[in-house]
């Protein structure tokens, strides 16, 4: 089975602050990997995926995730958050094939002081 | 992508009774599947909804308490049956269009149900 660890449930940052938020997965296959957000009000939407390629993934609003196989790791990058930015984040993993539901992890509540 | 609307945005409901739960998308997809998002807690998921079969659920979801149809590629309900307070959550439905590696699934608004 598929379990997901999102290390930080509450971050608080100053604006221009850079951001990390540290996710890991267990799971024997191979695995899409994906970041989702919610912001206050407002559907999950997708901030980043990755499945196959570079490692090195980039997303909307200025994210990137690094996928390290070695460390089961994909964790979520922002080098200066904005206020906007306020928000929970998802980590999430499905099997390769893509058919599958998403396992979550337990989100990271995100607050950004003006 | 694809939007998702479902009904009823939110309900509060008495014990014992059951609430179906109706999820709309504007396009046919190929998978369906229901999330649930207790107080405080991450997504969880339910099952897979199968068009025209049974519904695969999770382990520790049964279909006696959650059955769910999906009579064709563009429309599922779940209904929450014998309902009780620990049932209160947020019901979210998501859609995967093409079922191809990597692809992502798209979220609905949710509804949110209050079980007193």
């Known amino acids: 089975a598929q379990s997901v660890s999102q290390h930080n449930h509450h971050v608080i940052l100053s604006e221009a602050a850079s951001l990390e938020l540290g996710c890991n997965y267990s799971?024997?296959?191979?695995?899409?990997l994906f970041w989702y957000v919610q912001y206050p009000g407002q559907h999950l939407q997708l901030l980043l995926k990755?499945?196959?390629?570079?490692?090195l993934v980039k997303g909307i609003k200025g994210f990137e995730a690094e996928f390290i196989k070695s460390k089961f790791s994909f964790n979520l990058r922002k080098p200066s958050v904005q206020w906007s930015d306020t928000a929970e984040y998802f980590c999430?993993?499905?099997?390769?094939?893509?058919?599958?539901?998403?396992?979550f992890g337990k989100g990271t509540h995100l607050i950004i002081q003006p | 992508s694809a939007v998702i609307s479902q009904k009823p945005s939110r309900d509060i409901c008495q014990r014992g009774t059951s609430l179906t739960i109706q999820c709309q998308v504007d396009?046919?997809?190929?998978?369906m599947f229901w999330y649930r998002q207790q107080p405080g807690q991450s997504l969880t998921l339910i099952a897979t909804?199968?068009?025209?079969?049974?519904?695969?659920?999770e382990s520790g979801f049964v279909i006696d308490k959650f059955p769910i149809s999906r009579p064709n590629l563009t429309f599922s309900t779940l209904t929450v049956s014998n309902m009780s307070p620990e049932d209160s959550s947020i019901y979210l439905c998501?859609?995967?269009?093409?079922?191809?590696?990597?692809?992502?699934?798209?979220f609905g608004p949710g509804t949110r149900l209050t079980v007193l």
């Open positions: 998501s859609v995967e269009a093409r079922r191809q590696p990597g692809d992502e699934q798209f």
């Open positions: 799971y024997g296959g191979t695995v899409n």
């Open positions: 990755y499945f196959s390629g570079d490692p």
């Open positions: 999430a993993v499905n099997d390769r094939g893509g058919a599958d539901g998403l396992t």
């Open positions: 396009s046919q997809v190929t998978m």
């Open positions: 909804a199968n068009q025209g079969s049974e519904a695969t659920y």
